[in-house]
C-alpha cells in the first residue's frame, strides 16, 4: 500500500470517528458544528448528524439583530416538542416554519420590556406532517414578519399558529429591536432528526475505502 494511501485512509478513519463522536452526543451546536453565528433566514444552518437530534445550542450575542434559524427534520410530528424550558436564562421566543418558510407555531416573549426569563416551548398541536421545517430562536421583541406584516400576532403568551396580519406569507424578516443581554440557550426536542443524515453515508464511504485498499493490499 502506498503512503498516499494510507494517508486517505487514515484522514477518512480519523474524520468520520470524530464527527461520529459529535454526533453521537445527538447536540448541533451554532459554533461548534454550525461554524459561527446562524443565520436570520431560512435555510439557517443546515443540521448534520445521525439518528435523533436532541439539544440545539447557541448564542444571541446581539439581541438587537440576531435571530438564528436551524434547519431540521420533524420524524414524529406527533411526538415532537421544542423547548428552552430549564435550558436558557434569557427571555426566548421559538418559531417554526414549513419547508416554504411558511408560519406553523410560535411561542414567545413579551414584546414591549425586559421580561424575566421568558422559556418557550413549542409541541406537536400545529405540526402537520414529518419532513423538513426551519426552527428559529429570538429573543423579545425580535419578530418574525412576512411582506404582509408580522405573522403571529403578540397577545396572547401561549403557543399558537400564525394569527398575525403577516400569516399568509413567508417569512422575509424580522422585527428590531430586541431587548435584554447577550446569552446562551439551548433547545430541547424530540420527534426531530438532522436535515442531513451526513455521517452515515461517510460511514458508507469508510467502510468502501476499507474494503477498497484491504483488497490492493492482499494483491
Ligand atoms: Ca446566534
Ligand atoms: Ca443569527
Redesign the pocket.
Known amino acids: 500500500m502506498q503512503r498516499s494511501q494510507w494517508s486517505c485512509l487514515l484522514s477518512t478513519v480519523v474524520f468520520t470517528g470524530l464527527f461520529s463522536s459529535i454526533a453521537s452526543a445527538q447536540l448541533w451546536d ?1 459554533s461548534l458544528q454550525g461554524g459561527g ?4 433566514l431560512p435555510p ?1 444552518q443546515i443540521t448534520a448528524g445521525q439518528g435523533p437530534l436532541l439539544t440545539i445550542s ?1 448564542t ?2 446581539n439581541p438587537d ?5 436551524y434547519c431540521i427534520r420533524i420524524t414524529d410530528p406527533a411526538s415532537f416538542s421544542a423547548t428552552t424550558v430549564g435550558s436558557a436564562a434569557v427571555d426566548l421566543s421559538l418559531w417554526l416554519f414549513d419547508s416554504a418558510m411558511l408560519g406553523v407555531s410560535h411561542d414567545g416573549a413579551i414584546d414591549s420590556s425586559p421580561g424575566t426569563g421568558y422559556q418557550a416551548s413549542l409541541s406537536s398541536a400545529f405540526v402537520p406532517a414529518p419532513g423538513i421545517y426551519f426552527l428559529a430562536v429570538s429573543r423579545g421583541g425580535v419578530d418574525a414578519v412576512s411582506t404582509g406584516g408580522e405573522i403571529w400576532a403578540d397577545l396572547p403568551f401561549v403557543e399558537r399558529a400564525p394569527d398575525g396580519p403577516g400569516a399568509p406569507g413567508p417569512v422575509v424578516g424580522w422585527t428590531f429591536p430586541g431587548y435584554g443581554a447577550p446569552g446562551a440557550y439551548a433547545i430541547q426536542l424530540s420527534g426531530a432528526a438532522y436535515h442531513v443524515p451526513e455521517p452515515a453515508s461517510l460511514t458508507l464511504i469508510t467502510v468502501g475505502m476499507i474494503g477498497l485498499l484491504a483488497r490492493r493490499f492482499r494483491r
Open positions: 451554532e453565528d446562524a443565520p436570520a439557517g447557541g444571541i450575542s439583530s440576531d435571530p438564528d434559524v
